[in-house]
T-cell receptor
Framework: DSGVTQTPKHLITATGQRVTLRCSPR?????VYWYQQSLDQGLQFLIQ???????AKGNILERFSAQQFPDLHSELNLSSLELGDSALYFC?????????????FGPGTRLTVT | SQQGEEDPQALSIQEGENATMNCSYK?????LQWYRQNSGRGLVHLIL?????REKHSGRLRVTLDTSKKSSSLLITASRAADTASYFC???????????????FGKGTKLSVKP
């Protein structure tokens, strides 16, 4: 158990819909990362937050947005969903923003868009 | 876009044998990490090696890093059926389209250890 929690575990929704994925980082970790894992693209970095502020953006679509709240939990919002958005979405946390720290991954949310 | 690339893509061995996986990357790095993923589950951090280190051990794991060749290897000795998983190398995103601490992952090596 990494200490990172993600809800829900599974999500099935229709094209065009909007969903919210939630992540609670490990106690004491200030940095939260979101990753998407799909068969064709592999593991892709989406976005990073540190203590409530956005710090880095990766391959995140404009239809996707995220935020980190004062209690440090984070939410990833996916809108106007397309079939190609079906993937595993992981949240990870680390103590700081620097690359010398390991990241702890949550169990993921499996999103299926039908 | 991928930074690291693991080789081989798949590896099948018998229990007790050693497993070696390789990773190559494209730009300079601050550190390189290896993660394990059991089927469809979250990633588990295995080991981190800094750019000024050449070799690191953790239990049955041995990681080497050759920054001149931009490559790393992960050796699992005396493998067990429970080692069956996908293994990913990840580099920091600082010099590859990212900033700060995000990780850039390779496509992984799928290891199968047969009892």
């Amino acid at each position: 158990d990494s200490g990172v929690t993600q809800t829900p575990k599974h999500l099935i929704t229709a094209t065009g819909q909007r969903v919210t994925l939630r992540c609670s980082p490990r106690s004491g970790d200030l940095s939260v990362y979101w990753y998407q894992q799909s068969l064709d693209q592999g593991l892709q970095f989406l976005i990073q937050y540190y203590n409530g502020e956005e710090r880095a953006k990766g391959n995140i679509l404009e239809r996707f947005s995220a935020q980190q709240f004062p209690d440090l939990h984070s939410e990833l919002n996916l809108s106007s969903l397309e079939l190609g958005d079906s993937a595993l979405y992981f949240c990870a946390s680390s103590v700081d923003i620097f690359p010398s720290y390991e990241q702890y991954f949550g169990p993921g949310t499996r999103l299926t868009v039908t | 876009s991928q930074q690291g690339e693991e080789d081989p893509q798949a590896l099948s061995i018998q229990e007790g044998e050693n497993a070696t996986m390789n990773c190559s990357y494209k730009t300079s790095i601050n550190n390189l990490q290896w993660y394990r993923q059991n089927s469809g589950r979250g990633l588990v951090h295995l080991i981190l090696i800094r750019s000024n280190e050449r070799e690191k051990h953790s239990g049955r794991l041995r990681v080497t890093l050759d920054t001149s060749k931009k490559s790393s290897s992960l050796l699992i000795t005396a493998s067990r059926a429970a080692d069956t998983a996908s293994y990913f190398c990840a580099t920091d995103g600082q010099n590859y389209g990212g900033s700060q601490g995000n990780l850039i992952f390779g496509k992984g090596t799928k290891l199968s250890v047969k009892p």
